[in-house]
């Protein structure tokens, strides 16, 4: 996936000359034509839906489209029980065709394979079925044709009562996977006293594997079908994790704390979480934890009061016991903001603005705490619970940027605002500067030839090694359809920026093959109230193999 | 404070924030571990299960501990057996692949287990029912098969219906079923995308989602009765053509310069579609199946968040468009609540005894009042303000919509609404242009109603019987349920007056009672009209079986 959107479409451009596609459907196995293929051409749009173009192959095989606009097209042909493959070609995971203005393809040759399944059952080992265990094949090779998994073929699939799985798709060598869609309770393990153990199984591959390695290939014939039985390996209790401690500062009364536990495969980005109760003494367990990163906290609902404990966040390989959450009430924060420049008091121009706080490692789901800037630039927060958290002005002035911000008087380094100490609450002060950097300029593809009805993002990098897609939409912009982009507010640093055709680009998905791509491109120096034009070019598959620059 | 009286019955109430109310004390010394044993059988044959696993759930125990949960497998003779059980109360199941818990005489299908301290309880008797299946094919109109076509079973959109998706010879199965009535769904996967433009003579075909046996709504569906252990191998569904249909317009009140602006549409209670709305504010949207779609913006930027009312639309054979949508601020509504006559006010809950102990004052629970948002995703969830002593009350970030006002105690109603000026009859509360910083006055009245009677299946009393009581027209709060009595009695009391529809309804549509077409699929349901304090007697009627 791209952004957040399943299937992504372009606009082509407007008043440009039409385009044609027009080939022959043939079977891939018997090398005859095929009638009755459904082809379709949906173009690419970032925002809506474009526009779709469709045929019906005739008895010859042959299919026909004329009059379309030039642009970027996914394709996607139907016929029940075959598959479109196409080599992999960019990031998306999308078979597509560009068309240029005036393009007439004439004598495209449309590729039907017949699919093929993997079907079978999965049972637990007494040999009774599992229902609602997830199966998926894994393709051997990742760099094998891809087709259109989710409309036709299916990928995964998920057992019924008889324990019963079908998966039809692309024809080839898979690993088949078997996931236990066990819902984990959150409380401590079941008691047994008659001699036998919970069911609790891992992820097992066919046959009976714990991992990959010892998986046993599944070749899924064209046109044909395949029988496996997977038998789920039982996981022994032993080898999950517990974590217990003890909630401290329980208020005298009826509130019951109740604590919340984070998880994530590394530190400070957690993706899952769960919670338990907290028992009167305070103490609170969570088991059946596995390996990896967490972050523990208590929060209390006392009537209007809320008490809430710092995080704390730990690497479990082991048991992890007595964490100590201390809760303490809020605090209230005040201070003011400053826009560099602009005058204050009566003459302050009428813009309405807040202050937020968000949570740091938060996901984006609590309450918000802001607060209202005043004519003077005074806001106050309130309940602001222990933590650490990034602050951020609502709205931002055009191309402005927030240039210091300071808590009790002392810098704040990094942008994150620490309140994780005993008194909570405290002063801050934020400036924010109307100078910001602003670059533009146009997006060329890799013969330097302007980009225009592709989709295409640009990427602006402070640091190589902390590069992600879509952690901050303010250092993304979408490449407009004349292959244009921009960036405003920005704060002087030092920076890198890369374009990524959605097309064409490797895999950026892969965030090791985006920090690297990142790290090979020009660095540059963006000082308060540049304005920089700079044209860039997108990255292609060979770039991947290109040397860090300084 | 804490209760140090061991006997002491907890007195336990979870409230939505997760704050457990409880009396508490540490476990006694003199605690005896206690013993649960007993038998899971088929109830069908009469035979007994292997290796099926019993569960005790603990509730709150006297000594008010982390509820545990016990387990046992039965082995040969169906049997089981918990030892070293800490005294307390259980919710007791059974689960075994292919059988559902058959349901008890009071419909639930957990029972409950008390033990003492060195109890021995060895008479368990649990049943287990077995699943039936559906299976059939989906095909087209010219009858080929349709490959990858989601079958559901409906519930209303509540709670996931089982269901699965048809192979490439238009097969289905869904399996786990426990008896009953169910009705069936099939949805072609259509992707959100305009008609197609074809240029070679041929005209584009699109499916809409069609019940069994051949039907767009679910009143015209045919319910398919499953029976315990069966299997129904011929329901086929023929997928009906329908045209493909373009919903357009404008969303205005959008934050200048924010992009992120996401349109949902809700049919029935599920999420039927969605698109982004483009820079200018408009959208597009194609392909919604026939019948009433609900459709709202939503603008988020961390932790804030703008959304229009939800406007509904009524989709047939042609295109919609100049839809127009506005965003509106959400509303903090201050306002207070006035009584009509004293007896409308909260009364003091009756004491729960303790088994002899005495108990300290329990603190008495704030009095609420609630906004119930109708039901699905859109809406958000339930909001709610706590009243204060002299009646005021804030509520907080309301977003636009309509909402009915309900409150926390139950031998009052909600009888009229005054927004600033604008007075509004009943409990329904129209913010779907929000506010604008109106005071809302709430009118509660005592004369609260009550209606009851017997369900007879023929002349004979019929206990466990489900009886639903929905406003009419619905307005999409949950309904009132209950079940009948082993002599088939039932009860609502402390309803509002006004017009309602009764009707015993089958287990799998608790759900579809709650949307929007209520008890429209029960033809012989009762249409009611119940005054103030009127206490009314209806007896109903189980109806005839239906289906195949």
Redesign the interface.
């Known amino acids: 996936m791209w952004r957040a959107g399943l299937i992504l479409f372009f606009c082509p451009g407007l008043g440009a000359q039409q385009a044609s596609f027009e080939g022959v459907a043939t079977n891939s196995v018997t090398r005859q034509p095929m009638s009755g293929v459904h082809v379709r051409l949906i173009g690419f749009n970032m925002d809506s839906p474009g526009d779709v173009y469709a045929a019906i192959s005739d008895r010859a095989g042959r299919f026909s489209i004329g009059g379309m606009k030039p642009g970027a097209y996914a394709l996607m042909p139907e016929f029940r029980g075959f598959v479109y493959l196409q080599p992999k070609q960019g990031a998306m995971p999308i078979p597509s065709v560009t068309l240029k203005a005036g393009e007439h393809i004439a004598d495209f040759k449309l590729e039907m394979t017949p699919r093929a399944a993997i079907a079978g059952r999965v049972v637990d080992e007494f040999g009774d079925p599992l229902q609602y265990v997830s199966v998926q094949a894994v393709a051997l090779s990742p760099d094998r044709a891809v087709g259109p998994a989710t409309l036709s073929g299916q990928f995964g699939a998920t057992t019924d009562d008889r324990g019963m799985f079908r998966i039809s798709g692309a024809p080839g060598k898979y690993y088949v996977k078997a996931t236990p869609n066990g819902v984990n309770s959150n409380g401590p393990p079941e008691i047994r006293t008659d001699g036998t153990a919970p069911a609790e199984y891992a992820a097992t591959w066919y046959p009976s594997a714990a991992g990959k390695d010892a998986a046993t290939v599944v070749e899924a014939p064209i046109g044909g079908e395949v029988n496996i039985e997977i038998r789920m390996a039982p996981t022994s209790l032993q080898r999950s994790l517990t974590l217990n401690g003890v909630v401290r500062g329980i208020p005298e009364g009826n509130a019951r704390p109740s604590v919340m536990l984070q998880s994530g495969d590394s530190p400070g980005r957690f993706t899952r979480s769960r919670s338990a109760p907290v028992g009167a003494d305070g103490r609170f367990t969570f088991s059946r934890l596995e390996p990896g990163f967490y972050r523990v906290s208590a929060i209390c609902a006392a009537g209007v009061t809320r008490l809430q404990s710092a995080a704390v966040e730990l690497k479990l390989d082991g048991d992890a016991s007595n964490v100590e959450l201390h809760l303490t009430g809020a605090g209230e924060l005040t201070g003011t903001l400053e826009i560099a420049g602009d005058p204050k008091g009566p003459a302050a121009p009428a813009e309405k603005r807040s202050v937020r706080l968000e949570a740091e490692g938060s996901l984006g789901f609590g309450s918000a705490l802001s607060g209202d800037v005043d004519r003077d630039g005074a806001f106050h927060i309130a309940a602001v619970p222990q933590g650490r958290f990034t602050v951020h002005v609502d709205p931002l002035p055009e191309n402005a940027y927030v240039k210091s911000l300071e808590l009790d008087g002392t810098p704040v380094a990094d942008g994150v605002l620490d309140l994780e100490r005993s008194a909570p609450g405290g002063r801050i002060k934020i400036v924010v500067s109307r100078k910001g950097g602003q670059i533009s300029g146009s997006v060329l593809d890799k013969d330097g030839a302007k980009l225009s009805n592709a989709i295409a993002m640009v990427l602006l990098v402070d640091d190589p090694a902390k590069v992600e897609l879509d952690k901050d939409d303010e250092h993304m912009d979408r490449v407009t359809p004349d292959g244009m982009y921009s960036f405003k507010g920005v704060r002087p640093g030092k920076y890198r920026m890369l374009a990524i055709d959605a097309l064409h680009s490797p895999d950026v998905q892969q965030p090791d093959t985006l920090k690297k791509l990142a790290a090979a491109t020009e660095e540059f120096e963006v000082k308060e109230g540049d304005r920089i034009a700079k044209d860039i070019k997108v990255v292609a598959q060979e770039d991947t193999h290109a040397k860090p620059k300084p | 404070?804490?209760n140090r009286n061991h006997s002491a019955l907890a007195v336990v109430a979870v409230a939505a924030?997760?704050?457990?109310?409880?009396q508490?004390a540490p476990p006694a010394a003199d605690e005896k571990p206690a013993s649960v044993s007993g038998v899971v059988t088929n109830s069908v044959t009469g035979e007994p299960l292997l290796?099926a696993?019993v569960?005790l759930r603990g509730g709150f125990n006297p000594s008010?501990?982390?509820?545990?949960?016990?387990?046992?497998?039965t082995?040969a003779e169906g049997k089981?057996?918990?030892?070293?059980l800490r005294p307390g109360s259980y919710s007791v199941s059974a689960e075994r692949?292919?059988f559902e818990m058959a349901a008890f005489p009071d419909g639930g299908t957990t029972t409950q287990v008390t033990v003492k301290s060195g109890d021995t309880k060895d008479d368990l008797k649990l049943k287990l029912v077995p699943?039936g299946?559906i299976a059939g094919r989906v095909v087209d109109a010219d009858g080929e098969?349709m490959?990858?076509v989601s079958v559901t079973v409906d519930t209303g959109g509540f709670g996931g219906g089982q269901g699965?998706?048809t192979?490439?010879q238009g097969h289905f199965?869904?399996?786990?079923l426990r008896p009953g009535k169910y009705r069936i769904k099939a949805t072609p996967?259509n992707?959100?995308?305009?008609?197609?433009?074809?240029?070679?003579g041929?005209v584009?075909v699109h499916y809409a989602a069609t019940y069994y046996p051949r039907s767009l709504d679910g009143k015209g569906a045919t319910k398919i009765n499953v029976a315990a252990g069966g299997e129904v191998t011929d329901a086929d569904i023929k997928s009906i053509r329908t045209p493909i249909v373009r919903v357009s317009g404008t969303v205005t009140g959008i934050?200048?310069?924010s992009r992120n602006v996401s349109l949902m549409v809700q049919q029935g209670s599920g999420i039927s579609s969605g698109?982004?709305?483009?820079?200018d504010g408009t959208?597009?949207l194609?392909r919604l199946d026939p019948g009433k779609h609900t459709l709202s913006a939503t603008w988020r930027?961390?932790?804030?968040a703008l959304q229009t009312a939800p406007l509904e639309i009524d989709v047939a054979g042609s295109n919609i468009d100049h839809v127009e949508l506005r965003m509106v601020a959400p509303s903090d509504i201050s306002g207070i609540v006035q009584f009509e006559d004293e007896q409308a006010k909260p009364q003091a809950r009756p004491q729960q005894q303790g088994q002899g102990g005495q108990q300290s004052e329990p603190?008495k629970p704030?009095q609420r009042l609630f906004l119930r948002p109708p039901s699905g995703f859109l809406s958000g969830g339930q909001q709610q303000a706590e009243i204060a002593a002299d009646g005021s009350f804030t509520l907080r970030q309301i977003q636009p919509g309509r909402y009915q006002v309900t409150l926390s105690w139950n031998n009052a109603y909600v009888k009229s609404l005054r927004l600033g000026q604008a007075g509004m009859e009943g409990r329904t509360l129209d913010l779907r242009n929000g506010s604008a910083g109106a005071a809302l006055t709430v009118l509660v009245s005592s004369g609260v109603a009550e209606v009851s009677g017997t369900v007879r299946n023929g002349d004979d009393p019929a206990g466990g019987k489900l009886v639903a009581l929905v406003p009419d027209p619905a307005d999409g709060t949950r309904p009132f349920t209950a079940r009948s009595g082993p002599d088939g009695a039932y009860r609502f009391s402390g309803i509002a007056p006004g017009r309602y529809k009764l009707a015993v309804i089958d287990d799998a549509d608790q759900g579809a009672a709650m949307s929007d077409a209520g008890l429209d699929d029960y033809e012989d349901a009762l249409e009611i009209s119940i005054g103030a304090g009127e206490k009314l007697a209806k007896d109903l009627k189980v109806r005839a079986g239906e289906g195949k």
């Open positions: 404070m804490r924030c997760g704050m457990a109310v409880a508490t290796r696993h569960t008010n501990q982390t509820p545990q949960t016990y387990g046992a497998m082995g089981f057996s918990i030892t070293a692949i292919g699943d299946a098969p490959e990858a699965t998706i192979d490439d199965r869904i399996g786990g996967t992707l959100p995308i305009p008609a197609e433009i074809r240029t070679d041929t584009e934050p200048q310069g698109t982004q709305v483009k820079p959208f597009e194609w930027n961390a932790g804030q603190p704030p």
